[in-house]
């Protein structure tokens, strides 16, 4: 029987992966390419469904590009609406300790839980990867709460920094935009699971969204701005769930230079500059200083 320790509150996370989904691989990894991000491939998923290519970052994170082994195929378990809708950010996960002992502490705060479950998949060159995963929360995997994984395998098999990043001032995942139709019902949905404080709150025109922020976290919310707009229509379209993705950079201006970035914006006191959303199918992938 697996017993929860007691939690020490507030929770710290670190972003292990966040997850960008679209209906083929090979043109996905082209745009992230032709950004200046280009992606490692890594191989099909043991649901015999689903293959992946990954950003890998100095700290570790990474973002992963998943999509179906065969076009139009739709994964029920995981992001299927996103992938054949080309939805873009729609996950995010963090590591823990013990799968088991996270996920029977998250179930007795009242929070629905799905696993721990087993997944593995195998790498190009053959090697397998193997993982432990849980989701928390009922709203889809990694949709709000993040989903949580812990490696069989050494982390070395799952993730290594890309050549494409590995010189230059991105460090790692920063922050996950997290979009959701009710920010007060989310923002307390944080706060029970990870006994975080209130969070700042701002209205962030030029992104057409106010924006919830937990200080010392990861964890951005987002909801539309007088309940239309861009953000409201993608709610409606795939749900609550990640809406935009900020890496983190050492030299700020070296990252805005390099990548061609546009529409600066200072977020909760640091300065955020995105990637051309007309290149990402109008999805939100920036940087913010650290």
Known sequence: MCVPKPLAFPTNLKIDHVTFAGPELAPLQQTFAELGLAT?????HSNGITHMALLGFRDGSY????SSLVAGQKDQAFWGEHIVGNGGPCAWAV???DVAVEAARVANLGIPVDGPAYYHRRRP??????????????????????????????????VRPSASVL????????????????????????????????PAIIDQVDYGARLAHFEDTPVVLATPAAGQGWLAERLARFGDSPCAYLIG??????????????????WFNRP???FDPSK??????GITGV
């Open 272 to 274: 955020v500059a995105w």
């Open 167 to 198: 010189d230059g001032p991105l460090t790692g995942l920063s922050r996950v935009v997290v979009g959701v139709r009710d920010l007060e019902a989310a923002v307390a949905l944080f706060q029970r699971a990870y006994g975080w404080d209130t």
């Open 249 to 266: 950079a050492d030299d700020f201006a070296a990252a805005y230079d390099q990548f061609g970035l546009s529409r600066a914006d200072r």
């Open 95 to 97: 590591e823990v300790e």
């Open 40 to 44: 490692d491939y890594g191989g099909p």
């Open 125 to 158: 060159d053959g090697k397998l990867v193997e993982w432990d995963l849980a989701f928390l929360d009922d709203k889809g995997a990694g949709a709000v709460l993040p989903f949580i994984i812990k490696d069989i395998t050494p982390r070395r098999r799952r």
């Open 280 to 285: 990402l199918n109008g999805f939100t992938l």
């Open 63 to 66: 973002i992963e590009l998943i």
